[in-house]
T-cell receptor, first 115, second 113 residues
Framework: GESVGLHLPTLSVQEGDNSIINCAYS??????FIWYKQESGKGPQFIID?????DKRQGQRVTVLLNKTVKHLSLQIAATQPGDSAVYFC??????????????FGKGTKLSVKP | DAMVIQNPRYQVTQFGKPVTLSCSQT?????MYWYQQKSSQAPKLLFH???????NEADTPDNFQSRRPNTSFCFLDIRSPGLGDAAMYLC????????????FGDGTRLSIL
């Protein structure tokens, strides 16, 4: 089965609020994680990544947190805007074995931003 | 400018009629991937090329084939499309297999009549 999953399939937030999207993974050997944003009718768009030797990484309005102890990944979006409405996928890569580098996607969380 | 380009954006074919989907990249990346994505699901990897080396996922049906004639182009061939093959097909590239983000095109939506 999939080793990456999401706690919440849908998330609705008010414009201007912060959003937190969570993701759990089961393989402690995974060492690279990515968040993607997918808008309707488009391909997944890279948002931010993090390697397992880091706990936190920040981008523009986004922060990814990695807790290896509990195998948990989160994406925080500050001051959520209507343009942030999309499905968000976490993904992990396993850099070993025959599946080296293959992305394993979580199920996705749909973020809806209310004006 | 789009760096991973998929053509066409929409493709309609008949049940059992072979179809080819195209992907090109301007990133000069070593790896090219093909994914299938059905409605409200995550992308599912079909196969990838590392340079000229083809790597097929174990559960990819034989009906799906791929060609990579050069670094920039990769094709997905569906030999005998069935109704269950109607989906969005996504192409992605990455510089290398290890610890590199994959960059996706906007996909080709395939419909089967």
């Amino acid at each position: 089965g999939e080793s990456v999953g999401l706690h919440l399939p849908t998330l609705s937030v008010q414009e201007g609020d912060n959003s937190i999207i969570n993701c759990a993974y089961s393989n402690s050997a995974s060492d690279y994680f990515i968040w993607y944003k997918q808008e309707s009718g488009k391909g997944p768009q890279f948002i931010i990544d993090i390697r397992s030797n880091m706990d936190k990484r920040q981008g523009q309005r986004v922060t990814v947190l990695l807790n290896k102890t509990v195998k948990h990944l989160s994406l925080q979006i500050a001051a959520t805007q209507p343009g942030d409405s999309a499905v968000y996928f976490c993904a992990e890569t396993q850099n070993y074995g025959g599946s080296q580098g293959n992305l394993i996607f979580g199920k996705g969380t749909k973020l809806s931003v209310k004006p | 400018d789009a760096m991973v380009i998929q053509n066409p954006r929409y493709q309609v074919t008949q049940f059992g009629k072979p179809v080819t989907l195209s992907c090109s990249q301007t990133l000069n990346h070593n790896v090219m991937y093909w994914y299938q994505q059905k409605s409200s699901q995550a992308p599912k990897l079909l196969f990838h090329y590392y340079d000229k080396d083809f790597n097929n996922e174990a559960d990819t049906p034989d009906n799906f084939q791929s060609r990579r004639p050069n670094t920039s182009f990769c094709f997905l061939d569906i030999r005998s499309p069935g109704l269950g093959d109607a989906a969005m097909y996504l192409c992605a590239t990455s510089r290398d297999l290890v610890s590199q983000p994959q960059h996706f095109g906007d996909g080709t939506r395939l419909s089967i009549l």
